[in-house]
């Protein structure tokens, strides 16, 4: 039984040593950030810290303390769930989150437990218990921690570029909601002066038929007419191409 068990512990023994061997070695250089060729911080930032605080860093904010705009914020939930880039984004976290997994598991040893029991009656009964290590690279120059580290780093990238990706999606979104608002005022403006232009050249082609004014007054109103509606065909132009751009953020 003693042998039994000792030949169960031996694979076990020799894996925790080769284990901890390993994790003592990296070929990863150790990384030294280096000096920036700026200042640290600028003075006025500097003023600003020593100002006390009234609330949180604006990064630490959510997107909601921005915008007082509840339109605009159904418009940007709308987008965060359905943007097809975010997703993408979202995706590769997924897929680097898998390969942290697979990396980290192959830092650890692989081992089987196999028994069998065999009895032929009347002679005797024999139990086979034995534990293995399946599989295990002995890491000494540490190229198995190397590869965790770099997909912890990959992965941490990813979340960074999936942060930035939101980031831009709402700023985009903002952008776009709010130059489709400014389109619209100007396209009301323009609708106004028109509509203006329409009536004034209709009292001025009044007054023509009558004599009362010249027919250089009258090409000058109809001058204006069409200067207006070439305003207003622009101004609606512009408000579609800012809804389609719109659209297509969410």
Request: net charge neutral.
């Amino acid at each position: 039984m003693k042998s039994l068990v000792s030949s169960i512990l031996r694979p076990v023994a020799l894996a925790a040593s080769a284990f901890a061997l390993a994790a003592c070695n990296t070929l990863a250089p150790h990384y030294e950030r280096p000096a920036a060729p700026v200042a640290a911080a600028f003075p006025a930032a500097a003023a600003s810290a020593a100002a006390p605080s009234t609330g949180l860093a604006p990064a630490a904010q959510p997107w909601q303390a921005y915008f007082k705009d509840a339109r605009l914020d159904q418009l940007i939930s709308a987008a965060l769930v359905n943007n097809r880039d975010l997703r993408v984004s979202m995706l590769n976290i997924e897929v680097a989150r898998a390969q942290v997994g697979l990396s980290r598991a192959n830092e650890f040893p692989t081992v089987n437990l196999q028994g069998t029991r065999t009895r032929e009656t009347g002679i005797q009964t024999i139990n086979t218990v034995g534990l293995a290590v399946a599989g295990y690279e002995l890491d000494l120059w540490g190229r198995v921690r190397s590869l965790t580290d770099s997909a912890l780093a990959q992965l941490s990238a990813t979340e960074e570029a999936r942060k930035a990706a939101q980031i831009s999606l709402i700023a985009s979104v903002a952008n776009a909601y709010y130059a489709m608002a400014g389109d619209q005022a100007l396209l009301d403006v323009a609708t106004q002066t028109l509509a203006g232009r329409a009536d004034t050249l209709k009292l001025v082609q009044l007054r023509y038929d009558n004599g009362v004014t010249s027919s250089i007054d009258l090409q000058l109103n109809k001058s204006l007419v069409e200067t207006a509606r070439v305003a207003f065909v622009a101004a609606q132009r512009q408000r579609a191409l800012d809804q389609n751009a719109l659209e297509l953020l969410i």
